[in-house]
């Protein structure tokens, strides 16, 4: 007799492992009217989630993820195809994230055009909410072509022995993106660290190896940097807060 062994296949599946997040969003707007679509990530190499509309007052929502410790990004679109992303943090152990906003504005002019934001977990059998409650979280106005946008930190760095500065943009996505300037030109204070946002109507994969111009315009606080990739190709723009004023052009590579 014969005995036959048949192996079957062990599959790990991810979503097996996935555990429920939920994500209450408070929408405080004065007109009750206006209503945004919302979608989430909870890391920057994730996948968006599409969440639903969101409407005046108080709108839950849960979804299934298993990573924690990450930069996460909350996406809303409004009438006239404004969008929005804020970026955020959700600690380990985090089930319940928290979102509340009362306006948002196409252009960042005032400090009010921040989203706040709390994280509640559970751990031995008991609630408990992070200290810092209310954190907040900058909102960033995105072109209505864009279609993805990552957590972005700019820097200038001295370059070799003249002592030149060299700006280096270090794009949070997946995969990972360095921006790196190769010459520049034009008239601005330039110093310090810029933290903000990048976007794109493109992929990561796509930019990458990428050479461009760019064009950077700064207003003490708030700073905005765009990357031309030649005609009719605008490989997106990063804006944030850090300190620089003045305008000036250079050319550099996605890396």
Known sequence: MKIKFIMLPLVFS??????????????????????YNAKIRLASGSEWVNLGP???????????ADVDGEDGTLWLEGLGNQKFVSHFSKEKGDDVIEFKFNSLKSEKKDENAVIEYNSTGS????????????????????SPDATNSWSTVCEFAAAGVTG???????????????FT?????GLAFRVGVF???????????????????????GWLFYSKIKF???????????????IGVGLYTGNGMFM
């Open 14 to 35: 991810a979503a097996a492992m996935a555990k429920p997040v939920y994500i209450n969003i408070d929408s405080n707007v004065q007109n009750k009217s206006i209503t």
């Open 54 to 64: 969101v409407h005046s007052g108080m709108n839950k929502f849960n979804i299934h």
């Open 123 to 142: 751990g031995g059998g008991l609630n408990y909410k992070k200290l810092g409650v209310n954190r907040r979280a900058e909102v960033y106005a995105l």
């Open 164 to 178: 030149q500065k060299v700006l280096i943009c270090a794009i949070k996505s997946t995969p990972q993106i360095v």
């Open 181 to 185: 300037s190769t010459s520049d030109s």
């Open 195 to 217: 933290k903000g946002n990048f976007s794109s109507k493109y992929s990561a994969s796509y930019i990458k190896g990428k050479p461009t111009k760019y064009g950077f315009q």
């Open 228 to 242: 031309d990739g030649g005609p009719n190709l605008n490989f997106g723009e990063f804006s944030g807060g850090g």
